[in-house]
């Protein structure tokens, strides 16, 4: 059995995400487990170069983890021939720039997304990948949550009939970072600095309505500040100039119906922090991150409007819940995995930066509805 070493360049691993889910549960998990394998039986190990604008937060990390190779020189990591991927988690106002070198320097690129702030700019770098004939692909590690596998499994086996609408409802109170920490970057709050619930969540949604549902064709969004000032991580106030809350009706191919509500600034009254309702002439789902609940048409109760006598129906006992049938890996890693068998043999990946491309053009086009308080349709790119 071959193993092989290839040289990957993560750019963004001192950010939450690209520390915790990428560098720790993905790279060193795959190389923990023997590296990723092939259809060829062999292997491919991952060798990590670290890269930051700060050398010290680099270094510690990987002076924690053993990794010999890290820098804060972008150009010198890409230079080495050795090294065949780029990978980027920065925040999102850096990423372009950083891409488009990589893409220069002939590096299969895998990005967090959105891989941009405007469509115009995701296009671009879609269409500079392909010029370059370099491999591409986006983050979209909701497709591989537990509740979300089970609930495409439904949805293949004809579970539903003909689904009618989704409800979704993603979020929970982010403190102001005040009198207690906030669990989000100041970033994520300024619009300035590529932050706000649409930019973030939008991208998200789409793929999920994209994969699962059927392709996006309008939306009406109303994207709103509850909380106007927040503090900093160096205890400073700052004003909130990005949206933290987002209410959005989305049209889908075939007449489905999807309402999904984001917020930051919402307190948790469900058993996980997402949850989406599909409804359908067969049966309904409620999937969450983990577990998914279904009832038939045949099991459905016959609920009788009357508000003069008290509910004695429990009707959360009347699901069932769908069984695991199978181990759930990281969907993070699965991902990896993935894209370094399209890398390296050419395995499909649909999740490429075309695909990104439409989920930034979502987001945009949903705040450009909140602003113009009107119904706008999706082109397709």
């Given at each position: 059995?071959?193993?092989?070493?290839?040289?990957?360049?993560?750019?963004?691993?001192?950010?939450?995400?690209?520390?915790?889910?990428?560098?720790?549960?993905?790279?060193?998990?795959?190389?923990?487990?023997?590296?990723?394998?092939?259809?060829?039986?062999?292997?491919?190990?991952?060798?990590?170069?670290?890269?930051?604008?700060?050398?010290?937060?680099?270094?510690?990390?990987?002076?924690?983890?053993?990794?010999?190779?890290?820098?804060?020189?972008?150009?010198?990591?890409?230079?080495?021939?050795?090294?065949?991927?780029?990978f980027?988690?920065?925040?999102?106002?850096?990423?372009?720039?950083?891409?488009?070198?990589?893409?220069?320097?002939?590096?299969?690129?895998?990005?967090?997304?959105?891989?941009?702030?405007?469509?115009?700019?995701?296009?671009?770098?879609?269409?500079?990948?392909?010029?370059?004939?370099?491999?591409?692909?986006?983050?979209?590690?909701?497709?591989?949550?537990?509740?979300?596998?089970?609930?495409?499994?439904?949805?293949?086996?004809?579970?539903?009939?003909?689904?009618?609408?989704?409800?979704?409802?993603?979020?929970?109170?982010?403190?102001?970072?005040?009198?207690?920490?906030?669990?989000?970057?100041?970033?994520?709050?300024?619009?300035?600095?590529?932050?706000?619930?649409?930019?973030?969540?939008?991208p998200?949604?789409?793929?999920?309505?994209?994969?699962?549902?059927?392709?996006?064709?309008?939306?009406?969004?109303?994207?709103?500040?509850?909380?106007?000032?927040?503090?900093?991580?160096?205890?400073?106030?700052?004003?909130?100039?990005?949206?933290d809350?987002?209410?959005?009706?989305?049209?889908?191919?075939?007449?489905?119906?999807?309402?999904?509500?984001?917020?930051?600034?919402?307190?948790?009254?469900?058993?996980?922090?997402v949850?989406?309702?599909?409804?359908?002439?067969?049966?309904?789902?409620v999937?969450?991150?983990?577990?998914?609940r279904?009832?038939?048409?045949?099991?459905?109760?016959?609920?009788?409007?009357?508000?003069?006598?008290?509910?004695?129906?429990?009707?959360?006992?009347?699901?069932?819940?769908?069984?695991?049938?199978?181990?759930f890996?990281?969907?993070?890693?699965?991902?990896?995995?993935?894209?370094?068998?399209?890398?390296i043999?050419?395995?499909?990946?649909?999740?490429?930066?075309?695909?990104?491309?439409?989920?930034?053009?979502?987001?945009?086009l949903?705040?450009?509805?909140s602003?113009?308080?009107?119904?706008?349709?999706?082109?397709?790119?």
């Amino acid at each position: 059995m071959s193993v092989r070493t290839i040289g990957v360049v993560m750019n963004g691993v001192t950010g939450r995400m690209g520390y915790r889910q990428h560098l720790v549960r993905s790279v060193l998990a795959i190389n923990e487990q023997g590296g990723v394998a092939l259809s060829d039986g062999g292997r491919v190990l991952l060798r990590p170069v670290l890269v930051g604008r700060s050398l010290d937060r680099v270094a510690r990390i990987a002076a924690a983890h053993d990794i010999p190779e890290f820098t804060d020189d972008l150009d010198a990591a890409l230079a080495s021939e050795d090294n065949l991927i780029y990978f980027d988690a920065q925040v999102t106002s850096a990423r372009v720039k950083s891409v488009l070198k990589a893409i220069e320097a002939g590096k299969h690129v895998y990005a967090e997304k959105p891989t941009a702030e405007t469509v115009q700019e995701a296009v671009a770098l879609a269409e500079a990948a392909t010029a370059r004939g370099v491999k591409n692909g986006v983050v979209q590690d909701k497709l591989f949550l537990p509740g979300l596998l089970k609930l495409k499994r439904l949805i293949d086996g004809g579970f539903f009939g003909r689904i009618l609408s989704v409800r979704g409802e993603f979020g929970y109170w982010v403190f102001e970072g005040d009198w207690q920490q906030a669990q989000r970057p100041s970033w994520n709050y300024r619009a300035e600095d590529g932050g706000g619930i649409v930019l973030d969540m939008f991208p998200h949604w789409h793929y999920v309505m994209e994969n699962l549902f059927g392709r996006v064709e309008s939306v009406y969004a109303k994207a709103v500040t509850h909380v106007p000032t927040r503090v900093d991580e160096q205890g400073r106030p700052y004003e909130a100039t990005a949206d933290d809350a987002a209410y959005a009706v989305f049209e889908l191919a075939g007449g489905i119906v999807a309402q999904i509500n984001s917020s930051w600034t919402v307190r948790v009254n469900r058993d996980e922090l997402v949850e989406f309702q599909v409804d359908g002439t067969e049966g309904s789902a409620v999937a969450g991150l983990r577990n998914c609940r279904i009832q038939h048409r045949a099991a459905t109760p016959k609920p009788v409007w009357n508000p003069d006598l008290p509910a004695t129906a429990r009707f959360r006992e009347g699901w069932q819940e769908v069984p695991d049938n199978e181990e759930f890996d990281n969907g993070f890693k699965i991902q990896w995995e993935r894209f370094v068998r399209h890398v390296i043999e050419d395995a499909p990946f649909p999740n490429d930066f075309a695909s990104g491309a439409r989920g930034v053009q979502l987001a945009e086009l949903g705040l450009r509805s909140s602003a113009e308080g009107r119904r706008i349709e999706v082109p397709q790119l």
